[in-house]
Each structure stands twice: as structure tokens, then as C-alpha cells.
């Protein structure tokens, strides 16, 4: 689990996103809309969902593929409670989130 989450706007371009997630060595970014979660963007869904839409990664914005509503959980929950519910709903990344806490800009 990381603590530095890297985060962009939904209006992002996928191209600018495209570039975070590489300037971070990272496979995926939080979306934050006003400092409120919103999706998710993975490097799949840049692949599958852009190249699925026929147009250029700087034309298209990351509400237009993240992966949304994201299933985030808390902090305190035991790592064997996190994988039967990343199990049960076939997911591989979950947003794991403090009480009453936003995700960091970045």
C-alpha cells in the first residue's frame, strides 16, 4: 500500500494523465472532482476505453474512461477482510481512505 496517491481532475486529458502515471512510475490515478472521489483510471482503461472510442489520448478526458463509482473502504479493516471483498467483487484496486479524510492532490 502506498501512501503518496497521485490524483487528477475528471477533465484531465487522458494524454496528461498518460504522463503523470509515468512520470510516477505508477499503474493507476485517483480522480478527484473538488476534492470529492469520483473514479479511478488504470492503465487498462486507457488502452481499452480510448482505443475503443477511435480518438486520440489528448482528445478525450479521464471522466470519459475511469472506472466509476470506486470502491474505496477504511483504513482499519484487516488485510484479510480487504481480500475477500476485493475477491467478492473482482476488483484489484481499492482506495483505501481515512474517516472524514480527502485524498491529497497531486
Do not use: Y
Not at 68 to 83: A, E, G, H, N
Amino acid at each position: 500500500m502506498s501512501e503518496h496517491i497521485a490524483t487528477v481532475p475528471p477533465e484531465c486529458s487522458v494524454a496528461a494523465a498518460a504522463k503523470t502515471m509515468w512520470r510516477n512510475n505508477i499503474s493507476c490515478l485517483v480522480v478527484l472532482d473538488n476534492e470529492t472521489l469520483s473514479g479511478i483510471v488504470t492503465e487498462t482503461d486507457m488502452l481499452k476505453r480510448t482505443f475503443a472510442k477511435g480518438d486520440k489520448f489528448n482528445k478525450i478526458n479521464v471522466a470519459q474512461i475511469m472506472s466509476s463509482p470506486v470502491r474505496s473502504i477504511q483504513r482499519d479493516l484487516s488485510i484479510m477482510d480487504i481480500s475477500e471483498i476485493m475477491k467478492a467483487e473482482i476488483i484489484r484496486r481499492l482506495v483505501v481512505q481515512a474517516e472524514g479524510s480527502c485524498l491529497p492532490r497531486s
